[in-house]
């Protein structure tokens, strides 16, 4: 079956009989089991990647005893139809604060390292590492980072302005986007590979705006998105954006909204909603949020009748999570990767586990 002109559906197909590895003997989706929390160590962040043919993982890695903090990049790839999976530490210090990453052009994964004095930028291939340029400055916050075919965009906060730097095969400029920000920044890219086209959206003290940008340059005037909104996020939607926010106009403790084609799409329904991430899916996007009285993950996608069987599964893994968990989504053209950090029913320390929705 085909869905929106999107790839043929391969079920959990990975190559392999093997099980545990992402997919099992009947090729049917199953948790894979990245890495281990352990007495001495513990995880604080993640984020997942979905470059094309392969998943990556990357998390910050805390030794309890010193504090000192890891910043850990796991590549699984394929090569002559065999998996690898490799593990790098791109990072070593105790000033990291938390990262972010994104696919840079058509075959590399950014990563933005939060420290105490800045961002650092790290781009890397399945076989090397590229430490870009800093953002340079100690009040640079709330970094956010958007493909594009060529590279990719970095946007953040610094004090009350936002910035965008746009990464090329050639040397990037840094451009003042706004000059009212407050809180929390997002950006999406448009699936345009010639316009390299996007949008900003930021906190402000009268709520959420956007801005959109072209190679890399800011045009037209900042509009507003939403007025009592926070958590903002953006990824491309079929031949536009969608823009997804936590909206607390109606209930104070959140509902998740998303403007998408010029409508607004209801992500959930519960209680307490907070949207974590927006990532592209098919033509539309699935919405990752946290809802209810235990805020387990869950995810929503733009179109019921388009979701994959195994949503079902993912949702059951979710709510098997213990307290103190972390979520994050990816989506590529097989597929979504969820990634969850948590205790898992019984198990004494927390895992890293990654499972992936094939395309429908």
């Known amino acids: 079956m085909r869905a929106r002109g999107g790839a043929a559906r391969e079920g959990g197909d990975d190559g392999n009989g093997e099980d545990g590895d992402g997919c099992n003997a009947a090729c049917v989706p199953t948790p894979m089991v990245v890495a281990y929390e352990a007495e001495a160590v513990g995880f604080e962040d993640l984020a997942v990647v979905a470059p094309p043919g392969g998943l990556v993982a990357v998390w910050v890695e805390q030794t309890r005893a010193t504090a000192q903090r890891d910043v850990r990049l796991w590549w699984r790839t394929q090569r002559a139809g065999a998996f690898e999976s490799t593990v790098r530490t791109l990072r070593t210090g105790f000033d990291v604060l938390g990262i972010e990453a994104a696919r840079s052009g058509p075959d590399e994964v950014v990563v933005a390292v939060q420290t105490v004095a800045g961002i650092e930028l790290f781009v890397v291939g399945d076989s090397d590492v590229t430490a870009t340029r800093s953002t340079g400055d100690a009040d640079d916050r709330d970094v956010a980072l958007a493909p594009t075919d060529v590279g990719h965009v970095v946007a953040w906060r610094r004090r009350n302005e936002v910035w965008?730097?746009?990464?090329?095969?050639?040397?990037?400029?840094?451009?003042?986007?706004?000059?009212?920000?407050?809180?929390?920044?997002?950006?999406?890219?448009?699936?345009?590979?010639?316009?390299?086209?996007?949008?900003?959206?930021?906190?402000?003290?009268?709520?959420?705006?956007?801005?959109?940008?072209?190679?890399?340059?800011?045009?037209?005037?900042?509009?507003?998105?939403?007025?009592?909104?926070?958590?903002?996020?953006?990824?491309?939607?079929?031949?536009?954006?969608?823009?997804?926010?936590?909206?607390?106009?109606?209930?104070?403790?959140?509902?998740?909204?998303?403007?998408?084609?010029?409508?607004?799409?209801?992500?959930?329904?519960?209680?307490?909603?907070?949207?974590?991430?927006?990532?592209?899916?098919?033509?539309?996007?699935?919405?990752?949020?946290?809802?209810?009285?235990?805020?387990?993950?869950?995810?929503?996608?733009?179109?019921?009748?388009?979701?994959?069987?195994?949503?079902?599964?993912?949702?059951?893994?979710?709510?098997?999570?213990t307290t103190e968990s972390r979520a994050a989504i990816a989506a590529s053209a097989d597929g979504v990767v969820a990634g969850l950090v948590a205790r898992v029913d019984d198990s004494r320390y927390r895992q890293l586990v990654l499972y992936s929705l094939p395309g429908t």
């Open 164 to 321: 965008l730097r746009e990464r090329t095969r050639f040397v990037g400029v840094d451009e003042r986007v706004a000059s009212d920000a407050v809180g929390a920044v997002s950006v999406g890219t448009r699936r345009d590979p010639m316009a390299r086209r996007g949008a900003v959206v930021y906190e402000s003290e009268t709520g959420l705006r956007r801005r959109s940008f072209a190679n890399g340059i800011p045009t037209g005037e900042a509009r507003a998105l939403g007025s009592d909104a926070t958590s903002p996020s953006a990824c491309a939607s079929g031949d536009g954006l969608a823009y997804g926010y936590t909206e607390h106009a109606d209930d104070f403790e959140g509902d998740v909204r998303v403007q998408f084609e010029g409508r607004h799409t209801l992500a959930g329904t519960a209680a307490r909603e907070v949207l974590l991430e927006l990532a592209p899916f098919e033509e539309g996007f699935v919405a990752l949020y946290e809802d209810g009285p235990f805020q387990w993950p869950n995810v929503a996608f733009d179109d019921a009748a388009f979701l994959p069987p195994e949503v079902d599964d993912l949702r059951a893994l979710f709510t098997r999570a």
